[in-house]
């Protein structure tokens, strides 16, 4: 008996297509949304995907830990470079925050 095989059979095999796999492969989706007067690309982030891996929310300059679901939020037109990761409730919650966050003199920039 061979072993079972996970490829199509086909190459014009109806399946997801590799933007449909970009979107989902975080186990979350996708939106643009409008904010500070530019449009945002906005992913929502599965905390099974975020494994042993931490990140600073830019809102509320606490650690995000590993495996907690967030949101990954970068201007519409910019690189990888400006991608910041928030809590959800953080990204909510932008509108009604003061844009100046008070860190502790020993608190790390990011």
Not at 45 to 58: E, F, L, N
Not at 66 to 90: L, M, N, Q, T
Request: hydrophobic fraction near 25%.
């Amino acid at each position: 008996m061979s072993p079972r095989r996970n490829r199509p059979n086909a190459a014009g095999s109806p399946g997801r297509s590799a933007e449909d796999d970009r979107a989902g492969r975080y186990g979350g989706w996708q939106s643009t949304e409008s904010w500070q007067g530019e449009e945002w690309s906005v992913r929502h982030v599965a905390g099974a995907s975020a494994q042993s891996k931490t990140y600073r929310c830019p809102g509320c300059d606490q650690l995000i830990p590993s495996a907690v679901p967030h949101v990954v939020a970068w201007p519409e037109y910019s690189g990888v470079d400006d991608r910041r990761h928030w809590h959800k409730a953080c990204w909510n919650a932008k509108d009604r925050r003061t844009t100046r966050v008070q860190r502790s003199r020993n608190a790390p920039r990011f």
